[in-house]
């Protein structure tokens, strides 16, 4: 089946830094997504690829959707506090719509303040 | 709020007991998911559901899981005879990959 590889599986980091994860696939994607899981809650959606090449902001985060379509990172510049978890890719093992979705490992988060 | 909610937040049960959770997905959302997270993983699909309709179910859906989603509203996930091994984070997603925050259970 697809998997999807994450790196670095955790990363410590100042505040203030930016940081940066990359996701990596076997077979091709047509969307990729990243969420933020916080301890003993459900993942939050941050931003949604659709496009290869596309490459999305959302506040402090900025998501790329490799051209390959066999990869994708997440950036987040000036890290606080808040920024803590762990954070997932994920893409569609399904059709086009679907959100049946195949999830990478993980990259654990810590900042220091 | 109009987001995915899940009940109970968290279960405790003994080996051999049944038990049932319930998710309540964004309304007017067709599509309604169940996952399942064990520690140091990310989430693993079980099962989906458009409308009423059970579509798709991942090998992980052993025959003690069931689904239901009888008026294709809210469903129930229900795990018979538990094990150990079921001891996980069963989540909750709607049509557009939106996470409810999950049910915790633990098999004794």
């Known amino acids: 089946g697809q998997q999807l590889n994450q790196s670095p599986q955790s990363m410590f980091i100042q505040e203030g830094e930016d940081v940066s994860m990359n996701c990596t696939s076997s077979?091709?994607?047509?969307?990729w997504l990243w969420y933020k899981q916080d301890p003993g809650e459900g993942p939050v959606l941050l931003i949604a690829?659709?496009?290869?090449?596309e490459l999305t902001s959302n506040g402090r985060l900025t998501a790329q959707f490799g051209i390959t379509r066999k990869d994708s990172f997440l950036n987040i510049s000036a890290s606080i506090p808040s920024d803590v978890g762990i954070y997932f890719c994920?893409?569609?093992?399904?059709?086009?719509?679907?959100?049946?979705?195949?999830f990478g490992k993980g990259t654990k988060l810590s900042v220091i303040p | 709020d109009t987001g995915v909610s899940q009940d109970p937040r968290h279960k405790i049960t003994k080996r051999g007991q049944n038990v049932t959770f319930r998710c309540d997905p964004i309304?007017?959302?067709?599509?309604l998911y169940w996952y399942r997270q064990t520690l140091g993983q990310g989430p693993e699909f079980l099962t989906y559901?458009?409308?009423?309709?059970?579509?798709?179910k991942s090998r992980l859906l052993s025959d003690r899981f069931s689904a239901e989603r009888p008026k294709g509203s809210f469903s129930t996930l229900e795990i018979q005879r538990t094990e150990q091994g079921d001891s996980a984070m069963y989540l909750c997603?709607?049509?557009?990959?939106?996470f409810g925050p999950g049910t915790r259970l633990t098999v004794l």
């Open positions: 690829l659709y496009k290869a090449g």
């Open positions: 077979s091709i994607f047509n969307t």
């Open positions: 994920a893409g569609p093992s399904s059709g086009a719509g679907s959100y049946q979705l195949t």
């Open positions: 559901f458009q409308n009423e309709a059970q579509l798709e």
């Open positions: 309304s007017e959302h067709n599509r």
């Open positions: 997603a709607s049509s557009l990959g939106q």
